[in-house]
T-cell receptor
Framework: DAGVTQSPTHLIKTRGQQVTLRCSPKSGHDTVSWYQQALGQGPQFIFQYYEEEERQRGNFPDRFSGHQFPNYSSELNVNALWLGDSALYLC?????????????FGSGTQLSVL | KNQVEQSPQSLIILEGKNCTLQCNYTVSPFSNLRWYKQDTGRGPVSLTIMTFSENTKSNGRYTATLDADTKQSSLHITASQLSDSASYICVVSGRYSGGGADGLTFGKGTHLIIQP
């Protein structure tokens, strides 16, 4: 049973570039949430996707956008990268929008912006 | 504002020793509290989850306690092993969040190092 998988594991970009991160949820899960975790901090909620629509959003600018596909996988897109976007980006999946106690995290994508 | 404060920020202990990590929260009303273990550069893995009616829960050498009256939780690790070296994150869910992902408040974690 595959857990939550994210790709790539590491990524280096320069300021102003755009990046796309990918996530496949745990088998049987239909909801994907994205988090940003800066070094030494706890994860910060970016947004959640369910039924191919953004359902909840945290306090992140419009530069952060996403998509969910019919197979429940998801992408996180960040435009016009800032140095401050350097962080570990975590994807978490669950069955249904309202079951955060059953949240499973992927290993994350480490993004470095130079 | 909902907050989760963890202490200590970092901790170094010798292999085989016990340790206790603390979590204080202001999330109200409260639904559940969970402890996650996060290895460096990896995603968090759930250790325990407790609702407001539970005051202790164990998972192997990990025992979590909860005092909903004082809004405090602790994670006790017994007979530590080198593989316990990680960050331990306390996460609280508010009752009116509906269980959504945005209803979680994360602490900054305690960075634990086990020395041989």
């Amino acid at each position: 049973d595959a857990g939550v998988t994210q790709s790539p594991t590491h990524l280096i970009k320069t300021r102003g570039q755009q990046v796309t991160l990918r996530c496949s949820p745990k088998s049987g899960h239909d909801t994907v949430s994205w988090y940003q975790q800066a070094l030494g901090q706890g994860p910060q909620f970016i947004f959640q996707y369910y039924e191919e629509e953004e359902r909840q959003r945290g306090n992140f600018p419009d530069r952060f956008s996403g998509h969910q596909f019919p197979n429940y996988s998801s992408e996180l897109n960040v435009n016009a990268l800032w140095l401050g976007d350097s962080a570990l980006y975590l994807c978490a999946s669950s069955l249904g929008r309202w079951s955060n106690e059953k949240l499973f995290f992927g290993s994350g994508t480490q993004l470095s912006v130079l | 504002k909902n907050q989760v404060e963890q202490s200590p920020q970092s901790l170094i202990i010798l292999e085989g020793k016990n340790c206790t990590l603390q979590c204080n929260y202001t999330v109200s009303p409260f639904s559940n509290l969970r402890w996650y273990k996060q290895d460096t550069g990896r995603g968090p893995v759930s250790l325990t989850i407790m609702t407001f009616s539970e005051n202790t829960k164990s998972n192997g050498r990990y025992t979590a306690t909860l005092d909903a009256d004082t809004k405090q939780s602790s994670l006790h690790i017994t007979a530590s092993q080198l593989s316990d070296s990680a960050s331990y994150i306390c996460v609280v869910s508010g009752r009116y969040s509906g269980g959504g992902a945005d209803g979680l408040t994360f602490g900054k974690g305690t960075h634990l190092i086990i020395q041989p």
